[in-house]
């Protein structure tokens, strides 16, 4: 079982408000992603790390930025929340294994509400 | 593109049923993976597949890595209610990116 934990669970918030969605993760893992997903919907992947300075942007465009200046810590900002951003944001993390491959563990997410 | 095909997209069934579902694609991956996704919550691993051919369980899951690496599938055998949630299939591929499936959502009737 993986600990993975994000904060806050869920945030109502106004337009244009600048908000930071906070995952830690204990395991040391030096891979982390964050995730979008609507509603039952598929997983869109936005950002991810390979470890310590490292970001580079996912498959769907996100106005929102990251940073990894910890290992275990890997936030993320939205400068000026608009009702678009609504929407699950995940967590993730994962660390190689020796066969070479790995295997992500997901935080529980932030619901994440624009009015 | 290393695009993932999951089916079906719904499911509804009643309880003490057994449960197919599985993920193809015209690409090799390197890894299947299957996650359980309940409301509100992040995706939780059952199962993780590691070599083609290999049939890997978890208490009632059954999952398989198909032979040309292009495929994947999970059973459930005899559903019970809290087995109610989305099933996301994903496929490692290349420097171990990572691709999901669309979701089964199971229903499971009492």
């Known amino acids: 079982e993986a600990d993975i934990y994000q904060t806050p669970r869920y945030l109502v918030i106004g337009t244009g408000k600048k908000i930071t969605l906070e995952c830690s993760q204990t395991m040391g893992h030096d891979k982390m992603y964050w995730y979008q997903q609507d509603p039952g919907m598929e997983l869109h992947l936005i950002h991810y790390?390979?470890?310590?300075?490292?970001?580079e942007k996912g498959d769907l465009s996100s106005e929102s930025t990251v940073s990894r200046i910890r290992t275990e810590h890997f936030p993320l900002t939205l400068e000026s929340a608009r009702p678009s951003h609504t929407s699950q944001y995940l967590c993730?993390?994962?660390?190689?294994?020796?066969?070479?491959?790995?295997?992500?563990?997901f935080g529980p997410g932030t619901r994440l509400t624009v009015l | 593109g290393q695009q993932l095909n999951q089916s079906p997209q719904s499911m509804f069934i009643q309880e003490g049923e057994d449960v197919s579902m599985n993920c193809t694609s015209s690409?090799?991956?390197?890894?299947w993976l299957w996650y359980k996704q309940e409301p509100g919550e992040g995706p939780v691993l059952l199962i993780a597949l590691y070599k083609a051919g290999e049939l890997t369980s978890n208490g009632r899951l059954t999952a398989q890595f198909g032979i040309t690496r292009k495929d994947s599938f999970l059973n459930i055998s005899a559903s019970i209610p809290s087995d109610v949630g989305i099933y996301f299939c994903a496929g490692t591929y290349n420097n171990n990116d990572m691709r999901f499936g669309a979701g089964t959502r199971l229903t499971v009737k009492p």
């Open positions: 993730a993390s994962s660390a190689l294994r020796r066969t070479g491959t790995d295997t992500q563990y």
């Open positions: 690409s090799i991956f390197n890894t």
């Open positions: 790390s390979y470890g310590v300075n490292s970001t």
